[in-house]
T-cell receptor, first 113, second 113 residues
Framework: DGGITQSPKYLFRKEGQNVTLSCEQN?????MYWYRQDPGQGLRLIYY???????QKGDIAEGYSVSREKKESFPLTVTSAQKNPTAFYLC????????????FGDGTRLSIL | GDSVTQMEGPVTLSEEAFLTINCTYT??????LFWYVQYPGEGLQLLLK?????DKGSNKGFEATYRKETTSFHLEKGSVQVSDSAVYFC????????????FGKGTTLSVSS
């Protein structure tokens, strides 16, 4: 079955450490997105990519980095510059074109040790 | 800028009660509107969508009508079940290829038997 796979499901970060969250999709979708979810705040956009080797910052990109070397993959790195990284991270993808819904992975929960 | 406002939760209902979750939006252009549902520890699942004024989206007994005159997209269900307990998100996407969704803050629904 086609879908979006995020790994790991749980991740712990030490002070000063960079960690990378994986997102892979086999839906042949063009666009991919990373959102951060905090309690009571809904989802906020971190980065998105519409095409391989190109990506744009979202509303809260500071302290994060991404790459899009393959259509299927859009990993997110949470750097040590992100001072409050504890959150639930969701990856999504969609076909380009108007009115297309986004499909979501099951998320990665990141906590600080 | 574009935004979505949802009613504050939590919403607590008894089984078979009628559900309404209010959603209003502000947007330039002609957005598509979506309702997503999130079960504990999971990603978001598309519940229903509407792409133009007066469209009615429906799925699993849930309905929402795109009202341009009141800029609203309220979610309704005639008879809720315990299994409907989840967080519900209203979202919009403006008619631009690859644009990320803008989400409301979510409304938690709790249904008791």
């Amino acid at each position: 079955d086609g879908g979006i796979t995020q790994s790991p499901k749980y991740l712990f970060r030490k002070e000063g450490q960079n960690v990378t969250l994986s997102c892979e999709q086999n839906l042949n979708h063009d666009a991919m997105y990373w959102y951060r979810q905090d309690p009571g705040q809904g989802l906020r956009l971190i980065y998105y990519s519409q095409i391989v080797n190109d990506f744009q910052k979202g509303d809260i990109a500071e302290g994060y980095s991404v790459s899009r070397e393959k259509k299927e993959s859009f990993p997110l790195t949470v750097t040590s510059a992100q001072k409050n990284p504890t959150a639930f991270y969701l990856c999504a993808s969609t076909l380009l074109g108007s009115n297309q819904p986004q499909h979501f992975g099951d998320g990665t929960r990141l906590s600080i040790l | 800028g574009d935004s979505v406002t949802q009613m504050e939760g939590p919403v607590t209902l008894s089984e078979e009660a009628f559900l309404t979750i209010n959603c209003t939006y502000t947007a330039t252009g002609y957005p598509s509107l979506f309702w997503y549902v999130q079960y504990p520890g999971e990603g978001l699942q598309l519940l229903l969508k509407a792409t133009k004024a007066d469209d009615k989206g429906s799925n699993k007994g849930f309905e929402a009508t795109y009202r341009k005159e009141t800029t609203s997209f309220h979610l309704e269900k005639g008879s809720v079940q315990v299994s409907d307990s989840a967080v519900y998100f209203c979202a919009l996407s403006v008619t631009q290829a690859g644009t990320a969704l803008i989400f409301g803050k979510g409304t938690t629904l709790s249904v008791s038997s």
